[in-house]
C-alpha cells in the first residue's frame, strides 16, 4: 500500500494546488481581457446590432429566399447606405455652404438687417443684442476680428465635435458588419447562448434569461429608434414650415443624431440661428424658435413612455436602467445598463419565490 503522508499534509497541498490554480485562470482571464479590451466596444456594438436587426434578417431571408449569409450580406449593405448616403450630401452641402459664407464675408457681400427696435426694449439682454446687431450690421468685418479668438476657440471645438462624430459613426459601420457575420451564424449563437446561461444559473431559467436579455435589448433599441422617429418628424415639419433650405436633409440628420443618441439641438440651434440671421426677430421666427427648441428636448418626455414595452419587468427597471446606464456608460450603457438590471431583478424574485415553491405545504397536511 502507497505511503499517502499524514492528513494534514495532503489538504495543504490540494489547497495549494487549487490556490496556484485558480492564479493561473485570474492571470489567463485578465491577460485574455488585456488582448480583448480594444475591441470590447466595438462588439458589445455588433452583439447589440446583431439582436436587433435579427427579426429584420428573417424576414428577408423569408421573403427572397437567400442563405443566411446573402441575407445578413444584404442588409448591412442597405443600412450602410441608409447611412453613408445622407452623411454625403450633408457633408457636400456643409463645405459648400461654408465655403460660400467665407467668401460673401471677406468681400462684404453678407447683407445683415438692421435690428428692429423692439429688440431694445426685451429684458436683461435687449440693449445689448441691439447694439451688437447694429453694429455687425454696420460693420461686420470690424465685429469678427474683435471676436476672432472666440471664434477660433468655438471652431476648434465644433471641429473636435465633428470628427468625434465622425469616428463614431466608422465605429458604427464596423459593428454593423461584424453584426452582419453574427447575423449569419444566428442559430448556432442562440444555442449557444442558451448553453452559457445554462451553466450559470438553473437549467430551466437558462431560456427565459437568454429571451429575457434578446427581448430587453430589442426593447430599448426599438424605443430609441421610436423616439428619434417622432423626434424627426416634430423638427422636419418646423423646418418645412419655416422653409429652411435642406429640411429634409436636416430632418434626416436629426434621425441620425437620435439614433446614435447625441442631442438634435446640434442641428435645431444653428438652424434657429440661420433662421433669425435671415429673417430677423419677428414674431413667426420667435415662435418657430421656441416650438424648434422644445421639439429637440421631446425625447427626454418620450423615453419614459417608449421605452421597456414588451419586456416581462416594470417600466421603471428599464428605464433606470436606460438612464443610469447612460450616464455610466454612454450609449452603449444604454443597452447595457437596462440588460443587467432587468436580469438582475428577474432573479432577484426568483431567488425570493424559490422558498415559497420549494417549501410551500398545504395547510390540511398538518390537519
Known sequence: MAHTGPPGRQLTRTLLDTLIRAGLITALVIACYGVFSPFLSLMCWALILAITLYPLHNLIKARTGHSDRRAATLLVLFAIAILLIPIYLLGTSL?????????????????IPPPPDAVAQWPLIGKQLHGFWAQSASDLSGVLQRLAPQLKNMTLSLLGQIAEVGIGMLVFIAALMIAGIIMAYGKAGQRSAQRIATRVIEAPHGDALVELCTATIRAVAQGVIGIAFIQMLLIGAGFVFIGVPGAGLLALVVLLLGIMQLPATLITLPVIAFVFFTEGATLTTIIFAIY??????????????????????PMPVVLIGALGGMVNGGIIGLFIGPVLLAVGYKLFWQWVDSPQINNATDPQDGE
Open 95 to 111: 463645405t459648400e455652404s461654408v465655403q460660400a459664407v467665407i467668401a460673401a464675408v471677406k468681400s462684404g457681400g453678407v447683407p
Open 292 to 313: 424648434t427648441f422644445v421639439a429637440g428636448l421631446a425625447d427626454n418626455v418620450l423615453k419614459p413612455l417608449l421605452l421597456g414595452r414588451g419586456v416581462d419587468v
